[in-house]
C-alpha cells in the first residue's frame, strides 16, 4: 500500500474535513435535483395540455414540447439539458450560461459516481465555481419564470410595491435556507422565530 492511499484513508478518518466535505457536496446535489425537478415539470406544464377524465390527470403532449424533449446531445435524449437550452433559445440565460450548465450536469453526475474518492480529496476551484454557476443560473431562471410565465397567467393583482427582483419560488427557497444556514449567517432562523411567536399570540 502506497503513501497517497494512505493518506487518502487517513483523509476519511479527520472528521473536519469529512463534514466538510459531505456538507459541499450534499448541498450541491440537493440544489441541483431542485432545480432539475422543477424546471423539467413547470416547462411540461406550462407546453402540454392537461385534462381531467375519471379523475385522472391526463396529459396531452404538444407539438412544442415534443419537437424539444426529443432533441439529442451525444445521441442521447435529455429532457433536463432539452429544457434548459429552451431557456437559452427564448433569451433567459446566455450561451454561455448554458454552457455553464452543461459542465455543472457533468460535474454533478462524477460527484454522484465518485463520491467517495471525492471525500477523501480538497474541494477543488473548478467544483466551487460550478456550484456558484449553479445557484446564479438557478436563480436567474426562477425569477424570470415567475415575472414573466406565473404572475402573467395567474390573473392575480400585483401590489403596488412589488419588485420582481425580490420574488423566489418556493423550491429556491428552501435550497436558499439549506445554504444560509450552513454557509450564511441564519438570517431566517430569526424570522421563524418571530413568525412561531407572532403565531402563538406572544
Known sequence: MDIEILNQFKLLTNKAILEDNLTFYSIYLLIFERFKNK?????KCFLCDF????GKYIL??????SVIINRKY??????????IEWFKDNGVITKDEFEEFIKIRNDRNAIGHELLELLTCPIIEEKVDNFANLIKIFKKIDKWWINNIEIPTSCGDVPGDYNENDVMSGDWLL?????????????????LDKAM??????
Open 175 to 191: 435550497c436558499d435556507m439549506v445554504f444560509n444556514t450552513v454557509y450564511g449567517d441564519n438570517s431566517y432562523k430569526k424570522y
Open 60 to 65: 396531452k403532449e404538444s407539438k412544442e414540447y
Open 74 to 83: 451525444n445521441g442521447k435524449k435529455n429532457i433536463f439539458v432539452s429544457t
Open 51 to 54: 385534462s381531467i377524465k375519471d
Open 39 to 43: 424546471f423539467v415539470n413547470e416547462l
Open 197 to 202: 411567536k407572532m403565531m402563538d399570540g406572544d
